[in-house]
């Protein structure tokens, strides 16, 4: 009875503090988060429809939406499978250098995205490590659409891994070692024991990798060249226009990406709401 008490009490606040608080972050997300999205859409439609409309399927628009949708449909599945491959070998085998490979799949999440589009640079730009060998056999990477995709792939490395590590940590080894004693192959063992139990935390990593790769732009941006029609993805292309103060077109081909956004978010909140079944 004491245990209890003592738990509401702990769980009980003054009202006026607990006003004050909701009302700060209510406040807060409504001031950085609320408005500049409302902003982004008010500045799109400032024009009127047809001027939205014109932003969006003018050509170098759809050209960045189709490198973004490129990008996003050749990263997304090669993080994955390396993903569940990390998180596999680092959950189920112990191995020497699991500590290091762990470290390394957290990399680009402590390297910024420029150092990370400056390093294919150094590797395979024309002055880079293989760049005279590429040169000669006529292969474009930087300044081209596969440095691109690399550099989308480099920056979304983590995500799918990060997610399903500690699920599967948690989720232990026995039941995988139950169907390889009664005869289960390896492939039978993940599709029919170990995929059913991390497909909610699967489908979030994949979800947060395609976000940051649908937006992704500092490393991008290096390694792009910024070619008009042929190198620029969403983001790189709201830059260009809203340099050149064509903040109509900029705010439009913006609302794109705020509207994937939306939808990522309401995706990941029906992800989370299964994985908390």
């Known amino acids: 009875m004491e245990s209890s008490q003592q738990r509401a009490r702990a769980h009980s606040e003054n009202p006026i503090v607990r006003y004050l608080l909701i009302g700060s972050a209510l406040l807060f997300l409504a001031f950085f988060l609320v408005t500049p999205l409302l902003t982004v859409f008010i500045e799109a439609f400032d024009k009127g429809w047809d001027a939205y409309r014109a932003a969006i399927v003018e050509p170098d628009a759809l050209s ?30 112990d191995f020497i250098g699991k500590n290091i490979l762990v470290t390394l799949v957290d990399i680009p999440f402590a390297v910024s995205p420029i ?6 640079v150094l590797m395979f730009g024309a002055q880079g ?8 056999h006529d292969i474009r990477i ?7 995709i690399l550099a989308t792939m480099f920056v ?9 590590i500690p699920h599967m940590q948690a989720q232990g080894r026995e039941e995988e070692e139950a169907a390889l004693v009664l005869g289960a192959t390896g ?6 024991v170990t995929l059913p139990n991390i497909r909610w935390s699967l489908m979030y990593g994949i979800i947060l990798c395609t976000a940051r790769a649908m937006g992704e732009f500092g490393a991008v941006a290096v390694v792009s060249g910024h070619i008009r029609g042929q190198t620029n993805t969403i983001p790189l292309h709201v830059e260009i226009l809203y340099n050149e103060y064509n903040f109509v077109g900029a705010f439009a081909v913006a609302s794109l990406l ?14 989370e709401w299964k994985i908390s079944e």
């Open 64 to 93: 960045s939406i189709y490198l973004s949708l490129m990008a996003v449909a050749i990263a997304v599945p090669v993080n994955t499978l390396f993903g569940v491959a990390a998180a596999w070998s680092i959950t189920k085998f």
């Open 115 to 120: 150092i990370s589009g400056l390093i294919f």
């Open 129 to 136: 490590w293989i760049g005279p060998w590429l040169a000669e």
């Open 142 to 148: 930087i300044f081209a659409v596969p440095g691109i």
């Open 156 to 164: 979304t490395v983590p995500f799918v891994a990060r997610e399903l």
């Open 187 to 192: 492939l039978q063992t993940f599709f029919r």
């Open 258 to 271: 705020t509207l994937m956004a939306i939808v990522t978010l309401a995706l990941k909140k029906i992800v």
